[in-house]
């Protein structure tokens, strides 16, 4: 595995014995005594369903002990509780008054709170948490001087619990898993090492006439890309008669999804890196006879990263360039690419047509261009394109070398240890020795001490004993260090003089990384306990750019935004979603940047449901039929007082997650809303229940089906808290567009999902593939329900009235989510009163979401027992 692997790994071990983990056992104890009101009430109401012979649920109150101490015991206690104070059990609400029932939960709650206060006395809330794979990157990035470093996916996937994969009850680690750190470090650190004595060779690159794109056409005929010249098509003998013409444009008029290659001819990338990329374009409009005239509004594209092999792409093809807004008038654009060797990169124009093959009437395979709309077909116009890379630091070696060695000399390599160079030293050991401090000092997020720093030291001068080379010996010292339990581990606050590890964990919530210099100097200074000074470094990290990393992780497992390009929409239902990467793109950004705003700008936890305002581009405000803005940024858009967008609760990346491409279900995105919003989960459900779904055969409507739970003894109590919810979103389809009816396949004849009336419409054209389409508009959504409490809504403008009046609920699920995300732990029993305080203290402010960043950072819950000054 290189740099002698097995020692390495022997150090690192011998440094995570310093790093204990939870103890699983605990010491049997005698039962304790039930409460004399406790087990009355289990005896009264609970005895007949929860017995020996009878044990409902698999619960079983006979020989349920109440030893509290046993985590699992009392868990199980927990469960009860809940259940009980949530109306839940029993099942019949009149076998226990409302005293008898506050009576017990009082008895209860006291006994339960006791046993786990003393638990986390004595062990924490919890253990201490391994880095996940996006967190150790990040660490490695910063560490290194490597903002771009990739070893993400050499590490194993890591596990989800209570929705994230920062749990500590998941992340345990294996010697499988070392041994991936330990390569990816390595893959990392070398890297970070000089590639040469002097920077890489840059290639420069310009293309004009036939060489800016790879060939003459593309797949969809001459309608989805042609040369011009004066905004008029040429054809290839023109073009051949000159290809290297100045005055000639290359247009394009495709989105880029297979098959498709449009590459400028002859660049491949010969080293990785950073490419500079200025080009100067013009959007266009292209009219039936080939000719070009001024688009009247900019056209957004990007750059595709692959490798020049055709139409069948070997390897991935990923985006790399950003956003860019292509105007109407020509001008120059300027970006960076990043590239892999060998690689090149396609245009990528967003939003167009995307031509696929057909068959007509057996025949050889065709491609047929969508009807341009109104006005022309959009598209872009090229003149010429420039590459220039990959780019280097101005000072060689790279900053990211000078981590490791300082201003050490180096030398091209005599090649006896694989390296790119070699380090140059007059007094190894020496050197060694003052590096390696050097390098701990910058990597760790804590104070080390001269004895655990004196074993990477002996592994360094054992390796160079062995004869290794100066720069390999340092290199095995430095992995053995950033895969020890000092790096790979984040340590709780338990201690009053835990600041470093209060500094790792408000980084690690807010940034998903290492403490920046200004934080580890409040922690060297033990300042971080002071409350003004811990709120005003919370306020730094989420006014920094730092924060779009808490954004995007945060909002990929809490809402599950890393899913939004699975489930494709089915094309025959849905035929003008077809291979719309724009849209989804769109939806995705939406998202992100509305909860951005919830944060920075201390918006109400209401806006989880209702708001007055969306976020939207050119695309967006097309797909929610509000009126056109221009450009594919994201903006703040009012909308009308009666239109049912506006929070979370009804954007499009939320809808299409909790859809599954071909139809929408009720069950599935009522329960996904109360689990993942309002912060009330469903019980999971009875395995010999199977979950209702639209039946798209058209057999039977979706109310007639959700009725069936309704009947249902075992179904009824469960559905009737996610169901309505999710029929008041059935006006959504799929990708969250607004509709009034139902959509069927038009070969279904009058059988199509939620059919309540027998007048049918028949629509058909032909889609972005260039394909026929042909679907029909069946029965009218109906979107009006009634809550378990009795309370009735029209539409989904009356739920959203309903859900955000109960604010103080939508702000203890955000104080859940930012509490098992920040520390590891789910909210524990003991932690009830503490999230119920910080709710008290944001009451009047309207429970504001940076508000309840600022109360958990300051709780006893993130900084330990110890608390805040």
């Known amino acids: 595995m290189g740099f002698r692997q097995a020692t390495i790994y022997a150090a690192v071990m011998i440094a995570f014995a310093a790093f204990p983990v939870a103890n699983a056992a605990q010491s049997a104890q005698a039962a304790s005594a039930v409460s004399n009101v406790i087990s009355t009430t289990l005896q009264k109401v609970c005895s007949d369903c929860h017995n020996a012979e009878n044990p409902e649920g698999d619960l079983n109150l006979v020989s349920l002990t109440f030893e509290l101490k046993d985590r699992g015991l009392r868990n199980r206690w927990i469960h009860i509780h809940d259940r009980v104070k949530n109306l839940e059990m029993p099942p019949d609400t009149n076998d226990l008054s409302s005293a008898e029932r506050a009576e017990f939960l009082r008895h209860l709650s006291k006994e339960i709170h006791a046993a786990d206060l003393a638990d986390v006395a004595r062990e924490g809330r919890g253990p201490i948490r391994r880095l996940n794979r996006d967190e150790y990157q990040q660490n490695l990035r910063d560490v290194l001087s490597l903002p771009q470093l990739d070893i993400r996916d050499m590490l194993p996937e890591d596990r989800e619990s209570h929705h994230f994969n920062k749990t500590t009850e998941t992340l345990d680690i294996s010697r499988v898993q070392l041994t991936a750190y330990l390569d990816a470090t390595e893959a990392a650190l070398l890297k970070a090492l000089a590639s040469g004595v002097k920077p890489p060779e840059v290639t420069k690159y310009r293309a004009v006439g036939a060489k800016l794109f790879s060939g003459k056409s593309t797949f969809g005929n001459r309608q989805a890309m042609f040369f011009a010249k004066e905004s008029k098509g040429i054809d290839g003998k023109q073009l051949d008669e000159n290809p290297d013409d100045p005055d000639i444009e290359m247009a394009l008029f495709r989105s880029a999804h297979w098959p498709y290659y449009g590459y400028p001819q002859g660049f491949v990338a010969k080293l990785p890196g950073d490419y500079r990329v200025r080009f100067s374009a013009r959007a266009v409009l292209q009219q039936t006879d080939f000719s070009l005239t001024p688009a009247s509004q900019p056209l957004p594209m990007t750059f595709r990263a692959r490798k020049p092999s055709g139409p069948d792409v070997s390897g991935d093809v990923r985006a790399t360039g950003g956003l860019i807004d292509i105007q109407p008038t020509q001008a120059t654009y300027e970006t960076t690419v990043r590239l892999r060797e060998h690689e090149t990169f396609e245009y990528s124009l967003l939003g167009l047509p995307v031509p696929l093959a057909r068959n007509v009437n057996n025949g050889p395979p065709t491609y047929r261009y969508p009807p341009f709309p109104d006005g022309g077909q959009p598209g872009v116009a090229f003149q010429w394109l420039e ?8 000072n060689w070696p790279p900053p990211s070398h000078r981590v490791l060695f300082d201003e050490l000399p180096i030398r091209a390599s005599s090649g006896a240890d694989s390296l790119p160079v070699d380090v140059v030293s007059a007094d190894p050991p020496n050197d060694a020795r003052r590096l390696l401090r050097r390098f701990i000092d910058h990597a760790a997020r804590q104070s080390i001490s001269d004895e655990v720093i004196l074993k990477y030291e002996q592994l360094i001068l054992a390796r160079l004993a062995g004869n290794d080379s100066f720069a390999k010996a340092m290199l095995a010292g430095y992995k053995a260090f950033l895969c020890s339990g000092h790096m790979i581990y984040v340590q709780e606050p338990k201690l009053a003089d835990d600041h470093f590890a209060i500094a790792s964990r408000l980084s690690h919530f807010l940034t998903n990384t290492r403490p920046d210099s200004k934080l580890i100097e409040h922690a060297q200074q033990r300042r971080l306990r002071n409350a003004e ?13 730092g924060f779009d990393r808490f954004v995007t992780h945060f909002t990929d497992y809490w809402l599950e935004l890393r899913h939004i390009h699975r489930d494709e929409p089915d094309n025959r239902r849905f035929p003008e979603y077809r291979f719309d990467a724009y849209l989804i793109e769109s939806m995705e950004r939406e998202t992100r940047t509305f909860f951005a705003e919830m944060v920075r700008q201390n918006l109400s936890a209401s806006v989880l449901i209702k708001a007055d305002f969306i976020f939207a581009n050119d695309r967006l405000v097309e797909h929610y039929q509000l009126p056109s803005v221009i450009g594919s940024a994201m903006r703040k858009v009012a909308l009308p007082d009666d239109s049912p967008f506006g929070g979370l609760l009804t954007q499009a990346a939320i809808l299409k997650i909790t859809a599954n491409g071909t139809a929408t279900s009720p069950v599935v995105r009522g329960a996904w809303i109360m689990d993942r919003l309002i912060g009330l989960p469903p019980p999971k459900p009875p395995a010999s229940v199977p979950a209702v779904e639209p039946d798209i055969r058209g057999a039977t409507t979706i109310r007639e089906l959700l009725a069936l739970h309704a009947k249902s003894e075992a179904c009824s109590g469960c559905h009737a808290r996610f169901d309505p919810v999710g029929v008041a979103l059935e006006n959504f389809d799929v990708l969250g567009s607004w509709r009034s009816r139902y959509r069927g396949l038009a070969t ?8 309540e009336s027998r007048t049918f419409k028949r629509l058909e054209g032909i889609d972005r593939a260039g394909h026929d389409y042909a679907y029909t508009l069946a029965g009218t959504v109906d979107a009006s329900g009634q809550l378990l409490d009795g309370r009735r809504f029209r539409d989904i403008n009356e739920l959203k009235g309903i859900l955000a009046a109960d604010s103080r609920q939508l702000a203890r699920n955000l104080l859940h989510q930012f509490t ?18 910080m709710l008290d203290a944001c009451a009047d402010n309207g429970y504001r979401v940076r508000d309840l960043i600022h109360a958990l950072v300051q709780s006893r819950i993130f900084l330990g027992q110890a608390g805040c000054k």
């Open 387 to 394: 590459i220039e890379g990959p780019l280097s630091p101005e």
């Open 533 to 545: 000074i811990l709120q005003a470094e919370t306020d730094r990290l989420i006014d920094g750019d």
């Open 748 to 755: 279904q004849e009058a059988k199509a999902v939620g059919v």
């Open 820 to 837: 098992v995300y920040s520390t590891g732990v789910p909210v524990r029993f003991s932690d009830r009163i503490e999230i119920e305080t």
